[in-house]
């Protein structure tokens, strides 16, 4: 059980900056995600709290201490990482048991620990085989159990559900979650997957290019989000981007609409370009003023179906959510506006509130 | 049978005759050697060719304990124990540096290393007989060890780097994590994950040191190891082929057994080297 503070972390390959300057705290037990696209610097930067990655300035500090030079093992962490990195010749109870081992701890002493493990993971049966031996979603849990048994300050999540079919990825998700349930340790995960972030996370942390977009929680950053980039990363299907021009300080227009945003509590300047950002289960059946759509794609879930179409004389292309419906290729539907709900973003893709 | 199917026999026949003459050129001295190994002197000047019609064992007793054989045998066990020791050690240790850390000038050093296969031991003979003196390591066991470790270092540390840096680096990172240091992860995951490739370079080297004349020749040169021993045995104007013969086989019957023993993780593993280097 742990905080963790970033204070002004850098990270540089060459003249290459990976990691631009990030100041971070996670409280204790708190679930933080890491997400953003690939190569944004979000394992990087878990590779540096980990101690496997030098630090090219700035500081990590685990409850108050600071930890930028120390090893991997004196942070008193424990990392899953993406290729489970199970060690093949040894079993499933020695790969678990190997940093007791690396401790000193006597044998009967750390079997003890990993079958309270196991138990917990529930896969005590598998205990004597090798890690070749076991499934994907085997491994993974004995990768977690790996982690477990250290009773480390804080748990470090590499993309660990990757490389797992989608069904066994939603029940393992589920697992890790009911683990920090547990265990309330602070726990800081990396992923790509936007869905994996907005489920598990008491806090998500956006990251592009190696800078923090944004921090907050799940429904914070799906409902308040600080600029285009996040407002379009959390959220699937994404967010609509409409561009429209301001005909008033808090009106503009859109396809011949004129759209009131009362919310705004800065004037908008007259005659210039915006986005407005809607998301698709925003823009039908609501009472606001509305657009007829043709639909050129549909994507029928069951009760949810995504369509896509053009939207008015621009044929500005949107993605809207129907449910309990049926709609049929080159049909037309109306789009009404539930601009309570809409945000508005400025061309330097910066939120305007 | 139809056409195309005898065509295929055919060409069966064509490619086997060769093979089979391969076969036999590599078959014919080893038969060669036991069958005249078990006659005696005027047994095989009456007949060189033909089959031993009254064997005896003769021939080994005399070089085994008349030629000193028994020492030069234990010369070379020892000698060829110690440099594939040390060699596996070294090699290992040294692939899992160049492969997995990051330090100054690795590349060059591993490029220095990859150069140094490409010269041939004849080249550097003079050099290498001046630092043995120098170093007074003439005419001892532990000279020799350590005249093999170094020629057969470069070729053992390439194989090794390139059996570790196709490892996924993860691994090296969970056992960091899980606190062990350098030498702790070399222990723990490297040695026992490089098995495959230290069992190839286990089986070359000792085909190396054990078959090794030249350097033994300069380094050892009061005692003798078994193929100097039996290179010995070779007279200006004549050679008693038979005590000759036994002494071949001698020398070859224990790699021949290493063979057998090891056969299917000799091909195994110099397959793994090729295709993960």
Redesign the interface.
């Known amino acids: 059980m742990a905080e963790l503070a970033l204070q002004d972390v850098r990270k540089s390959f060459g003249a290459v900056d990976v990691i631009k300057g990030v100041d971070l705290e996670i409280k204790d037990g708190e679930f933080t995600v890491f997400v953003g696209p690939s190569g944004c610097g979000k394992s990087t930067l878990l590779r540096m709290i980990a101690g496997l990655e030098e630090v090219t300035s700035g500081d990590i500090m685990i409850d108050a201490e600071v930890v930028t030079d120390e090893e991997p093992f004196d942070r008193e962490i424990a990392m899953v990482f993406q290729s489970y990195a199970l060690y093949p010749h040894m079993t499933v109870a020695e790969n678990m048991a190997f940093a007791l081992r690396l401790q000193g701890m006597s044998k009967p002493e750390r079997r003890k620990v990993v079958e309270q493990a196991a138990e917990v993971l529930k896969i005590t049966p598998l205990l004597d085989r090798r890690p070749a031996q076991l499934s994907g979603g085997q491994r993974q849990r004995v990768a977690i159990g790996r982690a477990i048994v250290r009773e480390p300050k804080v748990f470090l999540f590499d993309e660990p559900l990757s490389n797992l079919d989608a069904e066994l990825r939603v029940q393992m998700r589920i697992e890790i979650a009911r683990l920090h349930g547990e265990l309330k340790s602070t726990m800081i995960y990396v992923t790509h997957d936007q869905t994996e972030a907005m489920t598990m996370a008491d806090r998500i942390v956006v990251l592009r290019d190696g800078l923090v977009e944004q921090v907050g929680a799940p429904t914070d950053l799906y409902d308040d989000p600080d600029n285009m980039f996040v407002a379009g990363f959390i959220g699937s299907p994404k967010m609509n981007f409409l561009s429209v021009a301001a005909t008033g300080p808090r009106q503009v227009s859109l396809g011949g609409l004129s759209l009131d945003l009362p919310q705004l509590k800065n004037d908008l300047n007259v005659g210039t370009e915006y986005a407005l950002g809607v998301r698709p289960e925003h823009l039908f059946g609501g009472e606001g003023p509305g657009l007829t759509m043709q639909i050129e794609v549909v994507e029928q879930l069951g009760q949810t179906a995504y369509v896509h179409g053009r939207l008015g004389a621009e044929a500005q292309p949107v993605v809207v959510e129907l449910r309990d419906q049926r709609p049929k290729t080159g049909q037309t539907i109306e789009i009404t506006f539930d601009l309570s709900r809409a945000t508005l973003f400025d061309a330097q893709e910066q939120r305007v509130r | 049978m139809s056409k195309p199917a005898k065509r295929d026999r055919r060409i069966l026949w064509a490619a086997s005759v060769p093979m089979m003459l391969l076969a036999l050129s590599c078959v014919y001295p080893i038969y060669f050697a036991i069958n005249n190994a078990l006659k005696d002197r005027k047994g095989y000047i009456l007949d060189r060719f033909g089959l031993v019609t009254d064997p005896s064992i003769e021939n080994f007793v005399t070089a085994w304990s008349r030629a000193r054989f028994d020492e030069y045998f234990f010369n070379s066990v020892t000698v060829t124990a110690g440099a594939v020791l040390a060699l596996l050690l070294v090699s290992s240790l040294a692939g899992f540096a160049l492969a997995v850390l990051r330090f100054p000038a690795r590349k060059l050093i591993f490029g220095v290393i990859l150069a140094s296969l490409m010269i041939p031991v004849q080249v550097v003979l003079v050099p290498f007989y001046q630092t043995i003196v120098a170093l007074e390591l003439l005419n001892t066991r532990i000279g020799l060890i350590l005249s093999y470790t170094a020629f057969f270092l470069p070729f053992s540390t390439y194989l090794m780097t390139a059996f570790y840096a196709a490892l996924?680096r993860?691994?090296v990172?969970?056992?960091?994590?899980?606190?062990?240091k350098f030498l702790?992860v070399w222990w723990?995951?490297m040695l026992?994950?490089g098995?495959p490739a230290l069992l190839t370079l286990g089986i070359l080297n000792t085909l190396y040191c054990w078959n090794d004349v030249l350097i033994s020749l300069l380094v050892l040169q009061d005692e003798r190891t078994l193929m100097v021993g039996i290179a010995a045995l070779r007279g200006e104007y004549t050679t008693n082929v038979p005590l000759l013969s036994a002494a071949i086989v001698l020398g070859a019957a224990p790699i021949v057994l290493l063979y057998v023993i090891f056969q299917r993780k000799i091909v195994a593993g110099i397959a793994t080297g090729a295709v993960k280097g």
């Not at chain 2, 990172?173 to 062990?180: E, F, K, T, Y």
């Open positions: 996924p993860e691994l990172d969970a056992a960091r994590v899980d606190g062990a702790q723990y995951v026992p994950m098995k």
